[in-house]
T-cell receptor
Framework: DTAVSQTPKYLVTQMGNDKSIKCEQN?????MYWYKQDSKKFLKIMFS???????INETVPNRFSPKSPDKAHLNLHINSLELGDSAVYFC???????????????FGDGTRLSIL | GESVGLHLPTLSVQEGDNSIINCAYS??????FIWYKQESGKGPQFIID?????DKRQGQRVTVLLNKTVKHLSLQIAATQPGDSAVYFC?????????FGAGTRLTVKP
């Protein structure tokens, strides 16, 4: 029973194309995230949504647009793909409201994006 | 090993030995810290966490130590097993923001 699922797992496409990555979590969490992991394994936060509202938007090119149709979904749309966009993109979720304070994030298994 | 520079630090240990992975965090306002394990082809997996009002927390075979004075975090793994081989990341949180360290690759020799 997958907690955070991303599709597709692999995405190979040409420069200049537009693509989307979908993410769904069935944990009932109120916060979702997108991370980018480069070839050196460095993980960098891109966006954070809490209860469908954008909370964090790092210095990410505006070719990247997240969309949260509901609390369980956070999709990532990328326009005009560039070679430097090649990376692994991870979706994550956590439960951050309530008296328990910050909780650990649960990650999907990633989407490997390769730009030709 | 500690995360410095752009290369992924590596730590190689013999099966059955104890492992210590170190991490320097950056923000003195961070109040929540997490260790993650990432295996090849998978997403980061939660191991253990600690809040800033504590300096030590133990789990099953793992212990996290927090030294806020020098902004240092460590993960100790007892009786390291081949299945512990992975990349380990520390992460610090404040509010909704979370930042990861550069990671340490742990290799366990049988």
């Amino acid at each position: 029973d997958t907690a955070v699922s991303q599709t597709p797992k692999y995405l190979v496409t040409q420069m200049g194309n537009d693509k989307s990555i979908k993410c769904e979590q069935n944990l009932g969490h109120d916060t979702m995230y997108w991370y980018k992991q480069d070839s050196k394994k460095f993980l960098k936060i891109m966006f954070s949504y809490n209860n469908k509202e954008l909370i964090i938007n790092e210095t990410v090119p505006n070719r990247f647009s997240p969309k949260s149709p509901d609390k369980a979904h956070l999709n990532l749309h990328i326009n005009s793909l560039e070679l430097g966009d090649s990376a692994v993109y991870f979706c994550a979720s956590s439960q951050d409201s309530g008296t328990a304070g910050n909780q650990p994030q649960h990650f999907g298994d990633g989407t490997r994006l390769s730009i030709l | 090993g500690e995360s410095v520079g752009l290369h992924l630090p590596t730590l190689s240990v013999q099966e059955g030995d104890n492992s210590i992975i170190n991490c320097a965090y950056s923000n003195s306002a961070s109040d929540y810290f997490i260790w993650y394990k990432q295996e090849s082809g998978k997403g980061p997996q939660f191991i253990i966490d600690i809040r800033s009002n504590m300096d030590k927390r133990q789990g099953q075979r793992v212990t996290v130590l927090l030294n806020k004075t020098v902004k240092h975090l460590s993960l100790q793994i007892a009786a390291t097993q081949p299945g512990d081989s992975a990349v380990y990341f520390c992460a610090e949180r404040w509010s909704f923001d979370m930042r990861f360290g550069a990671g340490t690759r742990l290799t366990v020799k049988p």
